[in-house]
């Protein structure tokens, strides 16, 4: 198929498109490990967006600081 990577198939991908596990059973150990990468590599992301746009995160901070104000439990 045209519109598919090198070596990617049909049947690797989910109903929403997305890939799926290479193995059918993944671990949960596997499955926690990259899950920490990926949380790892979001917080980095984060700190890197709020390094280089400074007003921006003020912003957010100033808006989530108003949101938990202004929440009720």
């Known amino acids: 198929m045209p519109d598919l990577p090198e070596g990617d198939t049909p049947g690797d ?7 799926t596990a290479a193995t059918p059973q993944e671990t ?9 990468r990926f949380l790892r ?5 984060r700190e890197l967006r ?9 912003t957010a901070r ?10 009720r439990w």
Do not use: I, N, W, Y
Not at 28 to 36: G, K, L, M
Not at 41 to 45: G, M, P, S
Not at 50 to 58: L, W
């Open 62 to 71: 100033l808006r989530h600081a108003m949101r938990m104000r202004t929440f």
């Open 50 to 58: 709020d390094r280089v746009q400074p007003r921006r995160a003020k």
């Open 28 to 36: 949960d150990a596997e499955r926690r490990r990259r899950r920490a």
């Open 13 to 19: 991908r989910d109903s929403a498109g997305r890939r």
């Open 41 to 45: 590599e979001l917080a980095e992301a």
